[in-house]
């Protein structure tokens, strides 16, 4: 048994999200049938860094699996682009030892939150930026993103269907850039809880607004009340960019 | 009646093509469907610049038609946008004299063609350019396009299909553009036959790739034989960008 890692690009659109679900398109359930399909009809097992949303994408999500097959790691990459639909693709695959985890040895996730702000939406962009027309103060973000990073107890900011207990989590990096008509928040930290980069997401545009001035964020991290924070941003403008390993 | 000129711009992919066609999804049906509703169900025909095929995108597709509302620009723009589905958008209407036609004045037409040069195509573009992995000498495609450039009988470069008698067009502008790993084919003139556009540019692509030499497009233009030319391009890749008015 070797295990692979495989890095991972996928077109959230037409997806129920990663995790496969009965009855429902996933990723995971993509990714699954085309090893099997390599594995005559075996099943092979993948995990990945975390779930994502129906609708969410990803330029770097991380999976593991492993496989008695004796295949070098460009072949994996070759041979299972030429069996999954066009909206997933292997972007690299390497070997790993077998106490790597997709998701137990992360290091770090980096997600990527796109806005297109011009009058009208884009027609190209729809499924891939949060259409935002309204003004927003960047100072603003930039100050309420500061706030944000540290090291927290995310429970505002966190779906109150997340199941984890512990809800600290460590962000390094948040910052705003601009891309033509885009606004691109990018966030990078030790872990993300359940709809955490949506919510904070949407809290920032609540600064950026003046619905809230960013230092109430510091009360709303305080309350560990889901309902003091902002509202789920939409999916269709979230990325996971990259998740880096120790 | 006023006469109303309306740019627009769609996402070719989930559509069967511009024009009308029975049980088919059509760009023009979605915009008189939305046209009737304004006008209480009486219908309203729109007449475009031109077709475009299935797959293939407008970004400044141009449309006019008739209305005795008394409605200003910026409402039609609204009205209209708030009826059309999320892959069609009107990005601007104005009054024009009622001798004014979409097909008739124009002036000049300007198309782009995408290609994604990346090892693996990118997912996000799976449907707004087409993947070409293959080295390209450029200084060959540019030769390419400087023979292609002035007045010539266009008939070895139009799908057999077309019904147009007369096939002489005028080409005033054909450049390359590299943006990141994209090329940008972008080609202006007073007309372009059916497939000329593709046709071209499967052409071009077999300049790049040595298949053919440059100057062997003058003598395919001579032959006046669609069977002398390049492979017909991916509808995909194509953007009807610009059309200009007398």
Redesign the interface.
Known sequence: MQRWKATV???GTQFAGYQVQPGARTVQREIERSLAKMHKGTSVRISASGRTDAGV?AIGQVVHFDSPLAIVAERWQRAL?ALLP??????DVEAVASDFHARYSVEEKEYHYRLMTGS?????R?N?ATHFPHPLNHAAIQEAMAIFTGTHDFTSFSSARSEVEDKVRTISMFKLETAGDELIFKVRGNGFLYNMVRIMAGTLLDAGQGRIQPDDIRSMLAEKDRSTAGKTAPPHGLYLYRVTYK
Chains 1, 2 share one sequence.
């Open positions: 690009s996928y077109d994408h682009n066009a909206d997933i693709r292997i972007m009208e939406p884009d027609v190209f729809r891939y």
